[in-house]
C-alpha cells in the first residue's frame, strides 16, 4: 500500500505539474490572439498608408490584399482558438483527475484504495493532457504580408508581399555561459543573401523550460547585429535562468523569432543581512556604511547618556600608539579625528547594549559586522567587494553561523578573513583563529573572494588583475556565511557573479604547487 501511495503522490505531482504547464501555454495562446488581432491590424495600417498614394488602380488591389490578411488573421486565430479549446477540455478533465487522486489518498480501506489507485492510474495513462501538443500551431507574426511599393509602382500588375527571412535556427551546442557573458550562435536554414541584420531578445527568468507570458521581465533588445553570434557581457545572474530568440531582418521586414532557448546562469546571490549587523552599521542591499549616529536615540539609560564608552580603532596596537604618541606628545587618534572629522567608535557597556540593541543588532560591542544572508553548503562561489578610498579599516572574509555578538572577523577558529587598515599607515593581512599573517602586497580598491567549499579553500584576489592577495586552506564543516566588518567609510558587494576563468585557472595552478599545505590555514 505504501508503494502504491507513493506512486499515487508521483501521479498528483506530475498532473499538477502538467497543470501549471497547461496553464502557462493558455495564457501563450490567448497572448499569441491578441498579438495576431494587433499585428493584424497593424500591418493593415500600414497597408491603408501605402494604397493612399497609389493611382486608381491599386483600389482593386487593396481590396484583395486587404481580404488575405484577414483571412490569414481569420485563419491563425481560428487555429488557435482550436487549440485553446482542446486545451481548456484537457485541463479541466485534468483538475477532475487531480481532485479525485487526492480524494483517493484519504481511502483508509487498502481494498479500496488499490482499485481507485489502478483506476486513476489508467485514466492518466489515457489523459488528453499527455497527448496535447503545448506549441501554437501558428504564429502571431503577420509580417508575411506586409507590402513596400516604392520600387514596385511601374509594376502594380505583379505586385507580391515582400519575401520574409526564415528564423534563424540557434546553436545550443556552440552557446557557451562564462565569466558573467553569454555567447550566443545561430545559423540560418538556408543562404539567404537578402539578410541585413540580425535582432537578438534575452529575457532574465527563473523558470526553465518556455518562456512565460505573466509574471516576467521584459525582453532585452540588442538591434543590428551583422554576424551570427555576438556576446553579452556584463550581466548579472540574479536569476537561474536567461531566455534567448534570434530574428532576422531584410531591408524591409524583420522575420519570425527563433524558437527560444533557455540557458542556465548559476551564481551566488546574496545580500547584506540587516536584522544581525552592528547598530553602527548602516546596510542597504549590498552597500554598507558606518554610521556613527546609529542607535542614538536608544543608546541612553534613564534619560543619562552612558558614561562607560571606551574609544576603539580597529587593528592599532599599543605598540604603534605608543611611537606615535612619542613623535608628538599627542594620542594620534585623538589627533586624527580632529583632523578629519571622524568619531571613534565606542565600545558599550552591557547595560546599554541590552537596551539598544532592538530587532537588528546582533553583533555590538568592537564587532562592527554584517553578514550575507545567503549560506554557502557546496560548490565554488565569487563575489567582489569595493571600499570607499576614505574607509579607515574593514575586512573581508566568510565565517560559521555560530560567530557571536562580540566575535571579530578572524579573531575565532570559525571565520577567516583579510583585514585592510589604512588608519597610521596601509596595511593588508590574513586572519584565523585570532592569528595574524602580514601580506606584503599593495592593497587592491576591488577584492575578489573565492569560495570553494567543497575543495576547503578560500582565496582573495585583487579583483581587477586577478592577481592572487591569499589562500585559506582548510575543511569546512558547516555552512559558511560573507562576512564583512567595516569602521569609518562603506563597503560596496557585488554579487550575481561568476568564477572568472582567470581565477580558475589561477586554482588549478595553486591546487598543484599547494597540495600539501597545513591545515593552519597558511598563518604562520
Known amino acids: 500500500m505504501d508503494e502504491q501511495r507513493e506512486t499515487l503522490q508521483r501521479i498528483v505531482s506530475t498532473l499538477a505539474n502538467k497543470n501549471d504547464e497547461i496553464h502557462n501555454f493558455i495564457d501563450m495562446l490567448n497572448h499569441t490572439i491578441k498579438n495576431v488581432q494587433v499585428n493584424s491590424s497593424n500591418v493593415i495600417s500600414e497597408l491603408d498608408e501605402e494604397f493612399d498614394g497609389l493611382y486608381s488602380i491599386l483600389d482593386e488591389m487593396k481590396g484583395s490584399m486587404a481580404n488575405a490578411i484577414q483571412q490569414e488573421e481569420a485563419h491563425k486565430i481560428q487555429a488557435l482558438q482550436d487549440q485553446l479549446s482542446q486545451c481548456s477540455n484537457a485541463l479541466e478533465s485534468s483538475e ?20 481507485a489507485a489502478r483506476q486513476i492510474k489508467d ?93 516576467e521581465q521584459r525582453w532585452e533588445l540588442i538591434d543590428y547585429i551583422k554576424a551570427t553570434e555576438y556576446t553579452l557581457s556584463g550581466l548579472k545572474f540574479d536569476t537561474k535562468y ?50 556613527p549616529t546609529g542607535g542614538k536615540g536608544q543608546e541612553k539609560i534613564k534619560g543619562k547618556e552612558n558614561k562607560s564608552r571606551l574609544h576603539f580603532t580597529p587593528e592599532l596596537s599599543a605598540s604603534s600608539l605608543q611611537a606615535a604618541q612619542g613623535h608628538s606628545g599627542q594620542n594620534p587618534l585623538l ?21 539598544a ?30 571600499a570607499q578610498k576614505d574607509c579607515k579599516s574593514y575586512s573581508v572574509g566568510v565565517t560559521y553561523r555560530n560567530m557571536g555578538k562580540f566575535d571579530q572577523l578572524g579573531k575565532t577558529n570559525s571565520s577567516w578573513c583579510i583585514h585592510i587598515n589604512n588608519w597610521l599607515q596601509t596595511t593588508l ?64 558587494v557585488s554579487t550575481g557573479l561568476q568564477v572568472p576563468s582567470a581565477v580558475k585557472t589561477l586554482q588549478k595552478s595553486e591546487n598543484g604547487l599547494s597540495g600539501s599545505t597545513s591545515s593552519l590555514n597558511n598563518i604562520a
Open 96 to 115: 477532475e483527475l487531480l481532485e479525485l487522486a487526492a480524494q483517493s489518498l484519504d481511502i483508509k480501506d487498502p481494498v479500496e484504495f488499490l482499485k
Open 123 to 215: 485514466r492518466v495513462t489515457m489523459a488528453s493532457a499527455f497527448r496535447i501538443s503545448l506549441k501554437p500551431k501558428v504564429s502571431d507574426s503577420m509580417t508575411h504580408l506586409m507590402v513596400d511599393f516604392a520600387l514596385e509602382r511601374r509594376m502594380l500588375q505583379s505586385v507580391k508581399f515582400l519575401p520574409v527571412p526564415k528564423p534563424p535556427e540557434i546553436d545550443l551546442a556552440a552557446c557557451l555561459v562564462a565569466d558573467n557573458c553569454i555567447t550566443v550562435s545561430w545559423k540560418m536554414p538556408e543562404e539567404d543573401s537578402r539578410i541585413d541584420h540580425f535582432v537578438l531578445e534575452y529575457r532574465k527568468t527563473n523558470f526553465d523550460g518556455l518562456p512565460r507570458v505573466k509574471d
Open 242 to 291: 536567461i531566455n534567448i530568440r534570434v530574428q532576422a531582418c531584410n531591408k524591409a521586414v524583420a522575420g519570425e523569432y527563433s524558437d527560444p532557448v533557455t540557458l542556465e546562469t548559476k551564481a551566488f546571490v546574496f545580500s547584506l543581512d540587516s536584522t544581525s549587523s552592528h547598530l553602527n552599521l548602516k546596510v542597504e542591499d549590498t552597500y554598507v556604511e558606518w554610521d
Open 335 to 355: 589627533k586624527s579625528n580632529r583632523r578629519s572629522g571622524a568619531p571613534s567608535p565606542k565600545r558599550t557597556s552591557i547595560s546599554a547594549r541590552s537596551s
Open 357 to 386: 540593541r532592538g530587532s537588528r543588532d546582533h553583533f555590538t560591542g568592537e564587532s562592527y559586522t554584517v553578514l550575507g544572508d545567503t549560506a554557502i553548503e557546496s560548490g565554488q562561489h565569487y563575489w567582489e567587494v569595493r
Open 429 to 492: 593581512s590574513a586572519k584565523h583563529n585570532n592569528k595574524t599573517k602580514t601580506l606584503d602586497i599593495p592593497v587592491p580598491d576591488r577584492i575578489g573572494v573565492y569560495c570553494d567549499f567543497d575543495g576547503g579553500q578560500l582565496a582573495f584576489y585583487n579583483a581587477n588583475s586577478k592577481e592572487l592577495l591569499h589562500t585559506f586552506r582548510t575543511k569546512f564543516t558547516q555552512p559558511l556565511l560573507p562576512g564583512f566588518m567595516i569602521w569609518c567609510g562603506g563597503l560596496t
